[in-house]
């Protein structure tokens, strides 16, 4: 009898919480920061209360307009929109438009010491679109609208929210509410807050302990240049491909050069990126072999952002929760994409389950323990790519397997798809180390490991080197 | 400024009925009728435009193509993997949702042209 009457009690209060953290329409949400996840978040919000007749009301702090060239306007980025976000926003019926795509890619192309191979999309389609965060780089001409970011503003003020251009300095928690402060005095009580800020802000930091009990992410430093050729230089030297660098430089995880109107964006992540880092891989012949008589132009506009490599530990809390960067990103890549994907279970959950901490717990953190273990098979996948990139056989092994896939007609190409993935970052990690394990596959990368590596083998690669495969 | 998406010319095929398919398609620009041939009478079954998808039963069955689908005037289509759009629904059921609502309103549409074909005196008939 106790025990019933207990377990009536029990489920009594969970029912008055979760009516006590619902949103019912006139709730008040903020959302700090107005990059790709507080965008996104409050376009599905917005659409979500729309299917379910609730009225909310949405403002996003964003104290940047993304109509500036240069820094002030950029969210620091390589601006590589991957080809899974493209599609599953297209099943939304979000189609990015051709003012706000730089260049569409059908391909990458693969620089390493002993050669370059091109990895061409199916029917060379245009699978992967290259974009600006901002309005381009510093010296670049002012044009029309052309941020990626600017463009997702404009979707959620479509859908019904309110672009606040303040900074949020402070937030606190006041009895049911969520305090949001600025600078300036500025101040307003929410139904629930939603940290959106990135991992390059302080906000971030004046979160965490005081307001909730959430522990920061982890970060890394990055560097991003811009350097400008030219549109038809850029046509004919990088053409609509994607070149990445597997190369021998310690502490070098990956390089990428990514081009787009006028301009090419270098993006290069590894370990503590320092001056030093920089210049070896400036010096190195496969990157200067981009380049018209191979000599690297001065660089436009250069910046050393953070990137998260773990996730925030819990990023919720009542009427609180953290997306995109500042919460739960992959592992150097498709940061877009999870912004995509957590701004969305975010959205999912507060509109049909409620904000409690145990409501996020339920519906949003499982997506953020999702993308944290298949990151930390990640770690594993690029610490395999990086004993490739270490020793040379390997390496010519890898670069036989996908020419030969790349010049035939076979309709499996292991390897190919294996290295797109990696490099477009559009599957979860657990899916390429299940293709790495494919029988097949590790046949052929044997096969190929023998006929590349056998002395007439590697006298003829030694004499083609450096040449288009 | 730059499009994605792969360019069909004007009459070009993107898919034929009776193919297999493992991916539906998404219009970027231009439009697109959706044919199929009743004897040897071409119906034109829907005209679509920018942002309208089609080849969707697909993704959901491994079934033939049931029609075929051709560029009117320059086209850009954008391809929706089944793989992609397989894990994107495990992961978020709500991503279908716009094309449940879009193949709803199509099944309504059909059922309207259905009727109104039921309801026209059939010549040749007593
Ligand atoms: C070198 C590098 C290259 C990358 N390349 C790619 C790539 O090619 N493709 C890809 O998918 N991902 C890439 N990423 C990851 C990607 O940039 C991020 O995952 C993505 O930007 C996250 O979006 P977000 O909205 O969470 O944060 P952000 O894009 O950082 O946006 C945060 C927003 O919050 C605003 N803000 C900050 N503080 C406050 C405050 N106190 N008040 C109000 N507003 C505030 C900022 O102005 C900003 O607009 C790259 C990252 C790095 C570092």
Redesign the pocket.
């Known amino acids: 009898m106790i025990a019933t009457s207990r377990g009536f009690a029990k489920r009594w209060a969970r029912l008055a919480e979760s009516d006590q953290y619902s949103l019912s329409s006139g709730s008040r949400v903020a959302v700090?920061?107005?990059?790709?996840?507080?965008s996104m978040f409050s376009y599905f919000l917005l659409n979500f209360a729309e299917i379910t007749n609730l009225d909310l009301q949405v403002d996003i702090?964003?104290?940047?307009f993304f109509t500036h060239c240069g820094p002030a306007g950029c969210?620091?980025?390589?601006?590589?929109?991957?080809e899974s976000l493209l599609q599953r926003l297209a099943t939304e019926g979000i189609e990015l438009p051709s003012h706000v795509v730089q260049r569409g890619m059908e391909s990458y192309t693969l620089h390493m010491d002993v050669g370059t191979v091109r990895l061409n999309a199916p029917g060379l389609e245009k699978r992967i679109a290259a974009v600006y965060r901002g309005n381009g780089p510093r010296e670049s001409e002012p044009l029309h609208q052309i941020s990626f970011?600017g463009y997702l503003n404009e979707l959620a003020v479509e859908k019904g929210a309110r672009i606040v251009r303040r900074?949020?300095?402070a937030m606190e928690r006041t009895g049911d509410c969520i305090e949001i402060s600025c600078a300036d005095g500025h101040h307003r009580a929410y139904d629930l807050a939603v940290v959106?800020?990135?991992?390059?802000?302080h906000?971030v930091e004046s979160v965490c302990g005081s307001t909730a009990r959430i522990r920061q992410p982890k970060k890394t430093t990055?560097f991003?240049s811009e350097f400008r050729l030219g549109r038809s230089m850029i046509e004919e030297t990088l053409g609509n491909s994607m070149h990445v660098f597997l190369l021998d430089i310690p502490r070098l995880e990956f390089a990428a050069l990514i081009p787009k109107g006028d301009y090419a964006t270098l993006?290069m992540?590894g370990d503590d990126i320092d001056d030093e880092l920089i210049q070896s891989f400036f010096r190195s012949a496969e990157f200067k072999q981009c380049f018209p008589d191979a000599i690297v132009p001065p660089h436009a506009c250069h910046c050393l952002?953070?990137?998260n490599v773990q996730t925030a530990r819990y990023p919720f809390d009542d009427r609180i929760v953290m997306?995109?960067?500042?919460g739960t990103?992959r592992l150097f890549k498709?940061?877009?994409?999870?912004?995509y994907r957590t701004a969305k279970a975010a959205a999912r959950t507060a509109v049909f389950h409620g904000v409690s901490s145990r409501d996020f717990e339920n519906h949003f953190w499982p997506l953020c323990r999702t993308i944290d273990a298949d990151n930390r098979i990640g770690k594993f996948v690029f610490s395999v790519s990086g004993l490739i990139q270490k020793a040379r056989f390997s390496r010519r092994a890898v670069l036989r397997m996908t020419a030969s896939e790349q010049a035939g007609d076979s309709p499996r190409k292991r390897m190919s798809e294996i290295l797109w993935d990696i490099f477009s970052g559009s599957a979860p990690y657990r899916e390429i180390l299940g293709r790495a394990f494919h029988p097949a596959y590790v046949g052929g990368l044997i096969w190929n490991l023998a006929a590349s590596n056998w002395p007439s083998a590697r006298r003829r690669d030694s004499e083609t080197a450096g040449q288009g495969v | 400024m730059a499009d994605l998406g792969r360019l069909y010319k004007d009459g070009e095929i993107i898919v034929r009925e009776g193919d297999s398919g493992d991916c539906m398609y998404v219009v970027q620009k231009g439009r697109v009728d959706v044919v199929t041939q009743s004897g040897n009478r071409e119906i034109v079954l829907r005209s679509l435009a920018r942002n309208d998808f089609f080849g969707e039963m697909a993704l959901f069955e491994r079934d033939l193509r049931t029609s075929t689908a051709r560029a009117v005037g320059e086209a850009r289509i954008l391809t929706v993997d089944r793989r992609t759009f397989l894990r994107g629904i495990s992961e978020d059921p709500s991503l279908a949702l716009r094309m449940v609502r879009i193949m709803s309103h199509r099944i309504k549409d059909l059922t309207a042209r259905l009727t109104a074909y039921e309801n026209t005196p059939q010549t040749g008939s007593t």
Do not use: Q
Request: hydrophobic residues 35%; proline residues 6%; glycine residues 20%.
């Open positions: 700090i920061g107005g990059g790709p996840a507080g702090y964003e104290p940047r969210n620091h980025c390589g601006g590589i929109v991957s970011d900074m949020a300095t959106a800020t990135g991992i390059n802000s906000f990055t991003i993006c992540l952002p953070r990137i997306i995109g960067d500042s990103t498709d940061g877009l994409g999870a912004a």
